[in-house]
């Protein structure tokens, strides 16, 4: 899975970038290979590969991200030739390489899981999650 | 999928019954049929048949929900068979009719999809999600 | 400050509700008494005190809660002697005993704590709020 | 009202500008004056007044910001002389210019209304707040 996004895109930072986050602590690193791809197509100066180092650092960004490096027009090369309308961009590749899916804007965890999942054609070992402490009922008391 | 919930589990009210309304906007009915269930097991008087039909009202559920009817002792009969510790649980059942997953609590959106496809064994058409509005940036400017 | 509210009325249980008992733990007891009215004007046999004393206890609902009882036509007496749309129904009563502020649906936190210190007319002592943690960022360090 | 802030603060982003913003919003401009203050004391060369420029204009931020300078250590010399710990921290100023209030982390908006009235001494014209649609119920059905 390939999260296009620029750091100073709104939507990035408050749904792209955790969501892709979700989706590295979700599946195991063996079946999904989560990557960032700073695509900058404004705002150059504002958005160098020094100033999206802090902000990788500052939102404990985890998984590798790379620089789509701009065209003499400033539209990033990997943008163009993926023809990526915007940003946040999510693309899944799957285990042979082909680009399956490519989506511009918010895509539901419960969609993005599901794509994913076809395109693995298997069950891989996701964390386990437990109960949410105080949100559930038992016969001994809701907690 | 079944969401086992009572009325008045204020978990169920804020995740489990808003997640399973999610799946069913999110899969085919062909592919995956949600189905509540009323498992009352405190406050009998307050979680009638009768007092269900308002809330399922008021809360525009629109999938079919069933009434787990209890046994002497108040602990509805479904639950007691599946073993369920409490509400919300929610219950993964695959074509062939056997159970494949019981979780009691809280199951992410990311996971939960994951886990029908991987059931599903195959891709339905999902609802195509068109971008939020004003969550992105193009090069025409964020919107 | 009287919370008018229904047990199935969504909007008062996701906002009204929760926004009360904020009230309630923001400002003294001296200076604000929160109090909860349970004003059922639909689904009657579905939302008795006997259900609404299960629902107050399972939403642990801290402050009191009296019931407004119907007139002949279903509709509760103290709603109709305030001429309230509705519920969720926000009510405002100064120091003197006067009606001052009478709001159907939601009112915004940053609207509601300016207007109900504008009735105290001077600073009450509230709950001083710490920092939340991994929210902000000091010279050692964002945490 | 000023909010102290960095750009590549997790926290301000998510919290202190979006609050900034409501308060902006809710007070009249002759009662409440919001002002940001960039006070960056960490990634010096990642948040210049250049990128705060492109970062106020995809944030949309509509008050006036200033950009609190450094002095040879890196630290601000606002933030010195005021003492702030870190970001975001807001400042409440009254009337007479007295710093009467100064909070490092989130305040919520129930308090921060509230205090922002108590220095205030006078009910200003808020906007007033319509009902949010769909989460009100009336005699006529739930919206």
């Known amino acids: 899975m390939v999260c ?34 700073h695509s900058v197509f404004e705002h150059h100066e504002a958005m160098t590969p020094k100033s999206l180092e ?22 990033p090369h990997t943008m163009r030739a993926y023809a990526m309308q915007g940003t946040p961009t999510t693309v899944l590749i799957d285990r042979e390489g082909r680009l399956r899916r490519q989506a511009f804007g918010h895509l539901p965890d419960l969609q993005l899981g599901a794509e994913i999942m076809a395109l693995l054609g298997e069950r891989p070992d996701m964390t386990q999650v437990s109960s949410a402490a105080g949100e559930v009922c038992t016969p001994h008391g809701c907690t």
């Open 4 to 37: 296009a996004f620029q750091m100073l895109c709104p939507g990035c930072v408050s749904h792209g970038l955790p969501q892709a986050q979700r989706v590295a602590e979700t599946f195991r690193p063996e079946d999904v290979a989560v990557i960032g791809l």
């Open 54 to 75: 802090a902000f990788l650092h500052e939102y404990r960004i985890q998984f590798p991200v790379g620089v789509d490096e701009a065209d003499g027009d400033g539209i």
